[in-house]
């Protein structure tokens, strides 16, 4: 970083200054940084990245590996206020459970979180615990028990597997 954020000392430094032994992993990379922190700390570290400036989800994602019966819950970290963070995106990743998949809703820490939380919940089947509203965003139910975005998920062509519901999909919706 050129000057660094705070003076002289650079992001990865302030991060883990910030995060100290919650960090399992870090990796810097022009601009991305990715954190990888244990399940039971990430609530703690998301508060702790929120105390240095970075105000706001960009979007949060899920990695599903299937063979080591894992997902990689990644939000994405910026900053509206901070100049110079707004230079940067910060992933705050952890590993959860493929067969119970549960995690701490951050959508409390950054309400910009809820609707990705959403999103990955209807995809991934991941359920984010504390949610202020853990619902189908944009997917109908039948789909969404699918969990479409699962390496296990097969696509069939002519499926009656999968139905077209529109009642059940309207009745998601609040618009």
Known sequence: MDGGVKGLISLQDMIKEALGNNIIKIEDNKGYMDVVVPLEKLKESAIKVKQLGFDHVKSVTAVDYIQKKQFMVTYHISSYLNEEL??????????????NPHIPSLAT?????????????????IIFDGHPDLRLLLLTPVVAALKPLRKDFVVKEDSINIEVDYAAYNATKWW
């Open 109 to 125: 820490i950054w309400t910009s979180a809820e609707f990705q939380e959403r999103e990955v919940y209807e995809f991934f089947g």
């Open 86 to 99: 707004s230079r940067h995106v910060l992933g705050l990743s952890t590993f959860i459970d493929r067969d």
